[in-house]
Every structure is written in structure tokens, then in C-alpha cells.
């Protein structure tokens, strides 16, 4: 599987952002979002398991719950990321990565076979 990330950028704090993460070479199971900040560990950010051909279980960090939205497009095999009211706090590169997680790695980064190149995320305050 190749991930390619896209739509990062610079925007003012309580802006929005939507990253993409196309798959392709594969079908995929589960996709995840991890970001990066300089300095600091890669954390989780949210995660999508599909449920059959249009759902899907989701998962959050709880410093995102509420501002972020994942979600999937069957057809295109994309993951979406659409990022609301975000802070400097948000400011990373983030990577999103698709595999098998179990529930107990997916927000651990284990079971993720393939990681996309990342994509920066830069908020001004």
C-alpha cells in the first residue's frame, strides 16, 4: 500500500483544514492519523476502522474531540481529516498511516504496515 498525505498548510487559529490520505495499491482496513510536533514524540490523532461499505468505527484523541472529523470515502479509498476550530497547540507534521490495528494499537501506532510521506500543519496565533 502507498499513502500519499495532502492538504496541509498555514491557517490563523479557529481556522480549518481537510488532509487527505490516498491509498492505493491496496484495499485497505483501517487508517490512522498521527502528527509530530518538533521536539516532541509522534501522538495519536484519530483513527477510522471501515464497517462494511460506507461506515466505519472511529477514534479520537480527546485534545481533538469535538474539532476533528474523520471520515472515509469507500470509492476512492481515501481517508479525510477535516480539522475545525484548530489552536497552535495543532501545529505538527502529521502522517497518516493504514494497516490492521487491533483496539489495543490503534492509537499506539502498532499494526500500521504503511505510513504516508506526512504533510505540515502550521497554526498562527
Known amino acids: 500500500v502507498q499513502l500519499q498525505a495532502s492538504g496541509g498548510g498555514l491557517v490563523q487559529a479557529g481556522g480549518s483544514l481537510r488532509l487527505s490520505c490516498a491509498a492505493s495499491g491496496s484495499s485497505i482496513h483501517a487508517m490512522g492519523w498521527f502528527r509530530q510536533a518538533p521536539g516532541k514524540e509522534r501522538e495519536f490523532v484519530s483513527a477510522?476502522?471501515?464497517?462494511?461499505?460506507?461506515?466505519?468505527?472511529?477514534y479520537y484523541a480527546d485534545s481533538v474531540k469535538g474539532r476533528f472529523t474523520i471520515s472515509r470515502d469507500y470509492a476512492k479509498n481515501t481517508v479525510y481529516l477535516q480539522m475545525n476550530d484548530l489552536k497552535p497547540e495543532d501545529t505538527a507534521v502529521y502522517y497518516c498511516?493504514?494497516?490492521?490495528?487491533?483496539?489495543?494499537?490503534?492509537?499506539?501506532?502498532?499494526?500500521?504496515?504503511?505510513w504516508g510521506q506526512g504533510t505540515q500543519v502550521t497554526v498562527s496565533s
Open positions: 477510522i476502522r471501515w464497517s462494511g461499505w460506507s461506515g466505519g468505527t472511529t
Open positions: 498511516a493504514s494497516g490492521r490495528p487491533i483496539l489495543s494499537t490503534i492509537r499506539t501506532g502498532g499494526g500500521y504496515s504503511a
